[in-house]
């Protein structure tokens, strides 16, 4: 087993989203990087300098020393292929293994001999030596373990946080063979700062992405669960979190809207490896069940809440603030608040949307939305409801609340971002 000499290696990253962008922009500091997407467009957005997912600024962009790429004839002759590519699930809730199927193809017809193949998708346990190892080697005619080699590193990558940046977290490796381990420790090692993780196998890497991300849907079901039962009650979750929190190993997760691309589908991931096994996921599908329904219970709330003042007349006018999966992020896909802006219309209400970092494009294609263009086109509305907690939105005064909501209007705040801030009576609020 001959492995390449880490201080000469040309990786190829394939598939520059979210993750893959990051990561070949501070590879690039150490190796010779060439970062591949299927995606035309996006690639000569990247050409450009300009990354829409706000993830890379231009100047890093013009600062980086890579080679893009959307012709797969480019992508031959590296010693290491990183994947990154999404793994969504279907209309089913079922693992769709479609982009990584493809870019095992994609690779695996220009795989040289002793190239490592290392996934940083987030799959269930098995996928990468049952699944896409068996797929290199179709489309290569190399054996899996003998000819080239596969290995997975999970990413813990969190759009939009500047803290928990890809180059100071732990990043867990795993290899085939002890030595490809090594290998990746090595090269992980150069982009972090923080440290590399050996875990036991690949299965183990595997295992341990996806149960980080169900861990965080289950606890936040529970608070979502507790804030149902206190919304009956008439007690404010939030007041209860911050009495709760003084102990000193209570675990801080906060009620609301669990959509985006992983914490709201990792689970199914984990949950189908289990069916497969003759295994029915109690706690884990029971998390996400209730974290799917909180859009309808949130909708119910703030009909209620909006009945009961002066204006509750139907159909009401409603602001909805932010529409991404998550604050300070563009990313729209998989939006909880797009089913909480249904379940809206669907009690009758006529709600307009403002989200000041979702395309407006985008936001029609994905979900038939017309955003606001500027907050300065939002009228006096009968409810203004804060549901993503974007910078701009945490930045409001009492005075921009007077200026959209109309007097005895309801002030409904998800995420608790205007706690602190004093209005007047005459506004209703209402926070879960
Ligand atoms: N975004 C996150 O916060 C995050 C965090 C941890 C893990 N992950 C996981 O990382 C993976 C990638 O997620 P992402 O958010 O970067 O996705 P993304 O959609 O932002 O980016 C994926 C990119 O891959 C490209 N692509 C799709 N199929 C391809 C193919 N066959 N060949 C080449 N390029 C292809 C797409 O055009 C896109 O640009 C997923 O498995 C995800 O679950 C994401």
Redesign the pocket.
Known sequence: MALPNLESIKIVI????????PLATRLSDHFDIVG????VL?ISQLQSGYDR?GECTKAEMDTADLTLTSDPAQIKDADVYI??????VDADNKPDLG??L??S??VGSRLKKNAIVVF????YPGVTETICGPALEQASGLISGKDFYLGYS??????GDKVHTVDKITKVVAGQTPKVAMFLMGLYGKLTNGNVFLAKDIKTAEAA?VIENAQRDINIAFVNEVSMIFSQMGIQTQDVLEAAGTKWNFLNFTPGLVG???IG??PYYLAHAARELGHHPEVILAGRKINDDMATFLARQIDQQLQKTQLGTKPARLLVLGLTFKENVP?L?NSKAADLIAALKGLGHRVDIHDSLADRGEAKAFYGFELLESLDQAKKYDGVVGVVPHTPYLAFDAAEIARILKVGGVLADLKGMWRGLELPDEFARWEL
């Open positions: 394939v598939g520059l989203g979210y993750v893959g962008l591949f997407d299927v995606d996006r997912t994947v990154t590519v999404p793994t969504p982009a990584v493809s870019a193809e994609v940083e998708s987030t799959v999970p990413e813990r990558i969190n759009p992405k985006g691309h992983c589908v990792d990313d896909r």
